[in-house]
C-alpha cells in the first residue's frame, strides 16, 4: 500500500506560477510510474503529466505542454508538478498517481491516489 499526499494548491492570478508536490508514505517510490491528474467541476478527471520510474521519460496533455513540467526525487519519496503561466482553465482539484506499470496516463492505470489539492486561478 502506498499513501500519497499532494500539497502546494492554492489560490493564484493569471500567469502566476506553483510547485505541487506529493509525498508518498513508502521509500519505495522508486519502483512507481508517478503522474498527476485534475479534475474541474462537473467533469471528469483528466491526465496532465507522467513520469517514468527513472524520471527519463515524460509525457504531457496537450494542455500542459510548454508550461508544466512534471519531476521526480526518489530519494526525497516526492514528486512534483511545475505550473508556469496559469490559466483559469487550469482551475480543478489536482491528483498525484501511482502505478506499478509503466506509465500512468490514464485514470484506469493508476493502483494508488491521493487526496488532491485544489488549484484556482483567477483572471
Known amino acids: 500500500q502506498v499513501r500519497l499526499v499532494e500539497s502546494g494548491g492554492g489560490f493564484v492570478q493569471a500567469g502566476d506560477s506553483l510547485r505541487l508536490s506529493c509525498a508518498a508514505s513508502?521509500?519505495?517510490?522508486?519502483?512507481?510510474?508517478m503522474g498527476w491528474f485534475r479534475q474541474a467541476p462537473g467533469s471528469e478527471r483528466e491526465f496532465v503529466a507522467a513520469?517514468?520510474?527513472?524520471?527519463?521519460?515524460?509525457q504531457y496533455a496537450d494542455s500542459a505542454k510548454g508550461r508544466f513540467t512534471i519531476s521526480r526525487d526518489n530519494a526525497k519519496n516526492t514528486v512534483y508538478l511545475q505550473m508556469d503561466s496559469l490559466k483559469p482553465e487550469d482551475t480543478a482539484v489536482y491528483y498525484c498517481?501511482?502505478?506499478?506499470?509503466?506509465?500512468?496516463?490514464?485514470?484506469?492505470?493508476?493502483?494508488?491516489w491521493g487526496q488532491g489539492t485544489q488549484v484556482t486561478v483567477s483572471s
Open positions: 498517481a501511482a502505478s506499478a506499470g509503466d506509465y500512468v496516463r490514464t485514470v484506469g492505470s493508476a493502483d494508488y
Open positions: 513520469i517514468s520510474r527513472s524520471a527519463l521519460s515524460k
Open positions: 513508502r521509500r519505495t517510490i522508486g519502483t512507481y510510474a
